[in-house]
């Protein structure tokens, strides 16, 4: 998400910084590429205009500070604004047991998927989870929502497939009970998709919630749908009582705008973000952090979270003493490659970091990628155990076999075999200098 937009705003921000003093003309200038980059990432022109009104009134009448340049400046009021427009976002408390969610939207929005997402979400912070539907329109929903929840440890699906057809009043009645029964943490209950909103949908969907009482209406809603997203977010809003909203497919969206103007139009947090097909794939939206990433700020926290989430404390320690004694073999390194696939992979790792754009390029110009890290992990999985501890035994018959099994080429292995002898070799030259923290204790002093 974001990068088109990111890119467009990131040459704004490098033409600025290159200038020592701004004129009136030149922040008028960046403006006029700031709104069209707007625009063209799908923000609504009353969304637009506010923004760029807001930001010109602060950045022409603003003090430079001395020690910051008058592009920081500018960048810094544009950061500001952008996490206004982005509203704010609290995380939902589960301190009030049980907490109950209802899931609402339009037909094919991803509702079911990210009942699912949710549960393995609050699952992983150790809460007891009951999830259901009463999408009894779509068999294929209870079906699916079955099957997700059978997959996360610590979820409770009460629907049986030997039941009789229950009425979505006996499944909401079913979940409820089973939620205080368990004594469950949370309760998410994905209601029908609807193809458009109509009385008898929004009928059956207000009798679900007089049975469930629900702590929170979260609306899901398909950012890929663009301005029409807003235009039914504002719909459902009027109808229900939206508390926030959950917006998916955001991966496949490079232009994002639709994130930047649904606070502002419809007046509602966005809660979270689907950003993948997989169980693990939704994050926590927070403005700042949202913000960070679209002025190419990077996004460290989420970084940390997302390392946190993949890495123990001891494989950590572990890995580092490998590396410090210089016995970091091949298992050890495709070990730690598919750790970076699980947290998103290297593309999605580089925008978390400052000058995430420059990082890009230098990764591309040197053909490091998440494809040739993935051809890396089959290149070594096709090896013996023998092979991945003495890489020294790699002959041109047992490359050949290698690059075959892994449905690669020689120079494919060739050129993994040079990287890892290059990274051995750095290791080396860290253990000569006394280790790591030898290293460490000499820059602090």
């Not at 990131?10 to 069209?36: T, Y």
């Not at 009448?61 to 976002?89: A, F, N, R």
């Not at 939207?105 to 997402?117: D, F, H, I, P």
């Not at 000569?432 to 460490?440: S, Y």
């Amino acid at each position: 998400m974001f990068n088109s937009f990111s890119s467009k705003i990131s040459d704004i921000f490098d033409k600025l910084r290159r200038k020592g003093i701004l004129s009136e003309s030149d922040v008028d200038a960046a403006l006029r590429e700031i709104r069209i980059a707007l625009l063209e990432a799908d923000v609504s022109l009353e969304v637009a205009r506010k923004f760029i009104a807001n930001v010109k009134e602060k950045a022409i009448g603003q003090d430079i500070v001395k020690s910051v340049s008058p592009g920081q400046m500018v960048t810094k009021i544009v950061y500001d604004h952008l996490v206004e427009l982005l509203g704010t976002s609290a995380e939902i408390n589960l301190s009030q047991k049980p907490y109950k969610i209802m899931l609402v939207g339009l037909q094919g929005a991803g509702k079911t998927t990210t009942a699912g997402k949710l549960a393995k979400f609050f699952t992983k912070k150790g809460k007891k989870i009951v999830t259901a539907s009463t999408d009894v329109h779509r068999p294929a929903a209870i079906e699916q929502l079955r099957v997700l929840s059978n997959n996360i440890p610590g979820t409770i699906f009460p629907q049986s497939q030997e039941e009789k057809r229950l009425s979505p009043d006996e499944i909401a009645r079913l979940a409820l009970k089973t939620t205080e029964r368990e004594n469950a943490d949370l309760l998410i209950l994905d209601t029908a998709g609807r193809l458009h909103i109509d009385e008898v949908k929004m009928d059956e969907l207000m009798q679900t919630h007089r049975i469930i009482d629900p702590d929170e209406i979260i609306l899901v809603v398909d950012i890929m749908t663009g301005q029409d997203a807003i235009n039914i977010a504002k719909k459902f809003a009027e109808s229900v009582a939206v508390s926030g909203i959950i917006l998916t497919r955001v991966d496949a969206d490079a232009r994002g705008g639709v994130a930047l103007s649904m606070r502002y139009i419809t007046g509602c947090p966005i809660r979270f973000l689907g950003v993948g097909e997989q169980l693990d794939d939704i994050e926590f939206f927070d403005p700042d952090r949202i913000a960070g990433r679209l002025l190419g700020m990077g996004d460290i926290v989420s970084l940390v979270e997302k390392a946190q989430e993949n890495f123990s404390l001891k494989d950590a320690e572990e890995t580092a003493k490998k590396m410090q004694e210089g016995i970091f073999t091949l298992d050890d390194m495709v070990t730690q490659m598919e750790r970076m696939s699980q947290m998103g992979g290297l593309k999605s790792l580089m925008k978390m970091l400052p000058q995430s754009r420059q990082l890009e390029d230098i990764m591309e110009m040197q053909g490091v990628s998440d494809k040739t890290m993935n051809r890396n992990i089959a290149i070594i999985r096709s090896m013996t155990k023998k092979e991945k501890n003495n890489y020294k035994i790699l002959n041109g018959s047992r490359r050949k076999r290698i690059a075959k099994g892994s449905g690669t080429s020689v120079q494919e292995v060739n050129r993994l075999i040079k990287q890892y002898e290059s990274t051995m070799g750095m290791f080396k030259k860290i253990k000569k200098l006394g280790g790591l923290g030898k290293i460490i204790s000499i820059m602090g002093k």
